[in-house]
Nanobody, 123 residues
Framework: QVQLVESGGGLVQAGGSLRLACVAS????????MGWFRQAPGKEREFVAA????????YYADSMKGRFTISRDNAKNTVYLQMNSLKPEDTAVYYC????????????????WGQGTQVTVSS
């Protein structure tokens, strides 16, 4: 079992930045993938970024256009999502997720999910 807790969401003005954090606990191994997804009301859950636990493999959705960066601090069992140049269309609930290495990091078929943290970007 893996437990995930997100934090760092909030209200930010367009063009601003936020850093989300996901603290992982439980039986996590070095072959686990850590991912970020987001979901706006009435929309499908969307892939944002993912990282191997060690950080040697990184994945990003093309639509993020280099604005978002995933990183990790293994000593704190924490994965971060740095979000810059935020736009109103980035408004969503952001979820941290984890799974063992599998067929695809891009689909929301992860084994473990956090509770989500709300990000709201105002005009």
């Amino acid at each position: 079992q893996v437990q995930l807790v997100e934090s760092g969401g909030g209200l930010v003005q367009a063009g601003g930045s936020l850093r989300l954090a996901c603290v992982a606990s439980g039986r996590i191994f070095s072959n686990y993938i850590m991912g970020w997804f987001r979901q706006a009301p009435g929309k499908e859950r969307e892939f944002v970024a993912a990282s191997s636990w060690s950080g040697d493999r990184l994945y990003y959705a093309d639509s993020m256009k280099g604005r978002f960066t995933i990183s990790r601090d293994n000593a704190k069992n924490t994965v971060y999502l740095q979000m810059n140049s935020l736009k109103p269309e980035d408004t969503a609930v952001y979820y941290c997720a984890s799974r063992p290495r599998g067929s695809s990091v891009y689909v929301p078929a992860y084994d473990y999910w956090g509770q989500g943290t709300q990000v709201t970007v105002s005009s």
